[in-house]
């Protein structure tokens, strides 16, 4: 049996009060999908890294996961820094398969709820 | 007659692909109000800043203007940082009404389309 692992990957930031629509949103994750494992990671600032959340998913079980990078875009943290962590949870957890998504940012729907978002209010009836 | 401005304020970084998004939710928004001025502003790394936006906003008769931040959450740039660069747009614009909505990232219904960019595929039907 597949146990299924979730991994919201962020940037990360040194003001703890950050992360606090991460946390939401992992809450949100997890209500929608209980029988998963649903964890926060982060690139810097904060922990755990990627790998050490792959550690952890494992230990309880997880054999897949899916890393989600909530990120707008894909500069160089996406494009140069983010496969180095992919390999070292890879190579923490050799076999673990570990699927990974677009930018949140890039994907259709989550545009259009940031375009909601901007209008709230302004356009006309 | 007041003339509507929306700046979308994000943080920008050194590859110039990162913006992509940005520019893509540029265009949803603009589509979806073609009365009003919007635009694309900047924290660090690329331009414009935000007092230079709101100028150029000013110079096409735009006399007020809704920054959103585009950021997850509220760390030390939004706290620390933000409050100067609205201060310094007001300074450059004096009669320019400068509304800023929440982060994105906080938003029920931004953090809702995260939640099923995350979950895509994995719920059972």
């Known amino acids: 049996m597949t ?6 990957f962020a940037h990360g930031a040194r003001d703890a009060r950050w992360a606090e629509p991460f946390a939401r949103l992992q809450r949100l994750v997890a209500a929608r999908l209980p029988d998963a494992q649903v ?3 982060f690139l810097e600032h904060m922990t755990p890294d990627l790998a050490a959340a792959a550690q ?7 054999t897949r996961v899916r ?14 820094d983010f496969p180095g962590h992919v390999a070292r949870a890879q190579a923490a957890v050799p076999g673990l398969v570990i699927d990974v998504t677009e930018a949140a940012g890039e994907s259709d ?3 259009a709820a940031l375009a909601d978002f901007a209008l709230a209010g302004l356009e006309r009836a």
């Open 3 to 8: 146990e299924q692992g979730i991994v919201l």
């Open 56 to 62: 952890a998913l494992a230990a309880k079980g997880v």
């Open 67 to 80: 890393v989600v990078p909530l990120f707008f875009g894909r500069g160089g943290h996406l494009r140069e």
């Open 39 to 41: 964890t926060l990671a």
């Open 109 to 111: 729907a989550v545009l």
